[in-house]
């Protein structure tokens, strides 16, 4: 931990695009990727009914610093931030006494104030900061090896658990407010350790990289900077893998009852404050450019193994049967060479695969956000540490831009659940009920196909052999053996190099497991929600929503994390190769 002496002197995933969607969706955005504006939640707490002047002379001197750092933020990251005045909330916990005095303090220096309604621990999971006016036990100060601890409050520590700093406005013993800061503490190593701290002035340059900094490695903040870069989301001009999954993939199957529209039903049960709205439009951002780029990494696999497939068993089939056309059919096949390369060349360069991911797994992460939110849940993964993935962090940073989790109203709970089970986790388990038979149909096609053409390989090339005998001067049946020798083998290799380029077997294996766990969570939220279920009533029915809300949210981020590291290990692979 580090200790600062204050002086007196700034956001997110279907988790697998359907291939047949609807494409004229995409066309109607208008926006681009809209950068994150400097919005900072600082949860208040220890505020006495009647705050002295000194109290809010230093309340004055955060209150500035804390203002100032949001106006830096544009300015130091400006690839990153939004440029205008910063948002700084002030988050009153239930029980925090808002005396007239700050209430005036902070409107007078541009902070709003918002009495949440809500406990300690869901107030925390919302914020950048901890600002506690009355430090109590937490202010005496003792050195340990000529470094400095702090004996921290139960409150303190907590925050500090979920890494988040921790202002002591009023310490004992000091003048000056204390700033706590977390140290990286990794594997947890260091739970038994006394907490160090060092001492250095507050200013609103330290507040800015302590709230506002965005992903330290270069490789995330890169990331970061191209996806805000990104134009407003288009329709791909690829259209290979539509094509594959028309001839190959299974037919499509009406839905008897379709579920709700998540959207539409959740602004039905949340939306009077506009979040909703906000939300959807960052989702249908990241969805629209992940759908793109997905779009054309696929459609490219799709167009690479099968030109590989045409150059070498037709154009060779062509050259054997008239070998004057060799000089014909040999530039074709360097050309279709040439042309696999240089698409190959564009899809590295660009970085479909990598984009496709990223964009996917960001629309996931907005699109748990929703029913998070609905469910009383701040955050899915920001609420517990700070974000270092990328995603992660736009995420929480948009989850800021919308506005304070609002506390839940017991009389809704029952709308939220059927919310959850009826819109939310059944639209997912209807996705991957069919993602399971499409991706089982379209890996049981292809593998048929490969044992077709083998057939009808073996088949060709042994008419043919038995005709080279009778008409020597027709056919060679040194070249028939030849193509024979290669045809085969090439069939079968880069059809089954196209089945693991899509990883289909794994894909199904994913989707099952989704499935089962969501038909798993439903039936268990369903039982419980049963009328005697349990004794607690009204109460109990709201922390079913949060409780289903937290465990859908992080079944379907983890089950898309690991898919994405799945691919990105496999492309490692490749490329070392």
Partial sequence: MVMLDVGSSRALISTIEQPLGDRAAVDEFLDTVPRPRAVIHVALAGLTPSPDPKTLDTLANIFAALMEAGRLAPRRWDDIYAAGDPVVRLLAEAGTSLAAPVLDLAKARGLSVVA????????????????????????????????????????????????????????????????????????????????????????????????LAPPARHGARTHLAAYL????????????????????????????????????????????????????????????????????????????????????????????????????????????????????????????????????????????????????????????????????????????????????DPAQADAVLNHLLRAEMAEQIDYHRAAIRRFTALDLRIRGTARALLALTVTTGALMFAVSFQYPHFLSWSGIASLGLSAAPAIVTGLNAFRAEFDLMRLTERSARILSGLSRLSRAARARSQPGATGAGKAATLGLDQAVARRAAALMLDEVSQWRFVLEARSARLKRR
């Fill in 116 to 211: 949440t309604q809500r406990g300690e621990e869901e107030v925390l999971e919302d914020c950048d900061c901890l600002l506690l006016v009355d430090a109590g036990a937490a202010d005496d100060a003792h050195a340990v090896d000529d470094a400095h601890a702090v004996d921290l409050d139960p409150r303190s520590r907590r925050a500090l658990a979920r890494e988040r700093p921790v202002i002591l406005a009023l310490p004992r013993g000091g003048s000056a407010p204390l700033l706590l800061v977390p140290l990286p503490d990794e594997f947890g190593l260091d739970a038994q350790r006394p907490i160090a701290a060092g001492r250095e002035t507050l200013t609103p340059q330290i507040l800015a990289a302590l709230l």
């Fill in 229 to 408: 870069e990104e134009g407003p989301p288009r329709a791909s001009s690829r259209a290979e893998y539509d094509l594959l999954m028309r001839v190959l993939g299974p037919p499509s199957r009406r839905r008897r009852a379709p579920a709700p529209e998540p959207w539409d039903s959740a602004a039905i049960l949340g939306d009077s404050a506009g979040w909703v709205t906000q939300l959807k439009r960052h989702h249908d951002i990241a969805d629209g450019h992940a759908l793109h780029y997905g779009e054309k990494w696929r459609s490219a696999l799709v167009t690479r193994s099968f030109l590989l497939l045409i150059s070498i068993v037709v154009l060779g089939l062509i050259g054997m049967l008239n070998q004057d056309l060799s000089l014909v059919t040999m530039p074709l096949q360097a050309a279709t060479a040439g042309f696999i390369f240089f698409d190959r060349w564009r899809a590295l360069r660009g970085e479909w695969q990598r984009r496709w991911l990223e964009y996917r797994v960001l629309a996931e992460r907005l699109r748990c956000l929703r029913y998070l939110r609905l469910a009383g849940v701040a955050d899915a993964e920001g609420a517990a540490k700070r974000p270092t993935d990328w995603t992660a962090w736009y995420a929480t940073r948009i989850a800021r831009l919308i506005g304070p989790c609002a506390a839940r």
